[in-house]
T-cell receptor, first 114, second 110 residues
């Protein structure tokens, strides 16, 4: 059974704090993604990675960074959290050359920044 | 800028009827299209994907693709209350992640 695991389901942080969101997949997928989902705005791509130590900006990278030191792990970092980063964060993975292109999602991490 | 447009709804359909969900996309280079279902508080799960013009059927679900008109649709036959969810349309145009629409909220009325 394929699995994408996000380390925290719910987090509450204060403005200015550094936040780490961890994502691990057990499917040996090359591609990993971080999205945020907000009411009325849908899913928006923050960053993605197609290989270890590689990263590419998505549509809304400002205020975020990522790290991919191992193939199975993709971390999203908020260097100095702000209230407008309160959101649901979804990690996903996909195999390169996948016939379907299907994304497999984690359960999500709901972050509240006070 | 790649865009996928959906009517946000809510779309209300009587139980047993056909639910019809539509989306349009802006990037003519998009290769594949996806319908994800998302229950409240849960992550999206894939329902259907389609990459060829025409219809693709899977059980009660039929995906339709018209590349000339740049639209994708999802039909749900014999709608059930458990089909009540938000349905996300997405396109795949390259190596990066899927581009998602904002979703259509579907309500199946018993």
């Amino acid at each position: 059974d394929v699995k994408v695991t996000q380390s925290s389901r719910y987090l509450v942080k204060r403005t200015g704090e550094k936040v780490f969101l961890e994502c691990v997949q057990d499917m040996d997928h090359e591609n990993m993604f971080w999205y945020r989902q907000d009411p009325g705005l849908g899913l928006r791509l923050i960053y993605f990675s197609y290989d270890v130590k590689m990263k590419e900006k998505g549509d809304i990278p400002e205020g975020y960074s990522v790290s991919r030191e191992k193939k199975e792990r993709f971390s999203l970092i908020l260097e100095s959290a702000s209230t407008n980063q309160t959101s649901m964060y979804l990690c996903a993975s996909r195999a390169s050359g996948s016939e379907t292109g299907e994304l497999f999602f984690g359960e999500g991490s709901r972050l509240t920044v006070l | 800028q790649k865009e996928v447009e959906q009517n946000s709804g809510p779309l209300s359909v009587p139980e047993g009827a056909i639910a019809s969900l539509n989306c349009t996309y802006s990037d003519r280079g998009s290769q594949s299209f996806f319908w994800y279902r998302q229950y409240s508080g849960k992550s999206p799960e894939l329902i259907m994907f389609i990459y060829s013009n025409g219809d693709k059927e899977d059980g009660r679900f039929t995906a339709q693709l018209n590349k000339a008109s740049q639209y994708v649709s999802l039909l749900i036959r014999d709608s059930q209350p458990s089909d009540s969810a938000t349905y996300l349309c997405a396109s795949l145009g390259g190596a990066d992640g899927l581009t998602f629409g904002k979703g259509t909220h579907l309500i199946i009325q018993p």
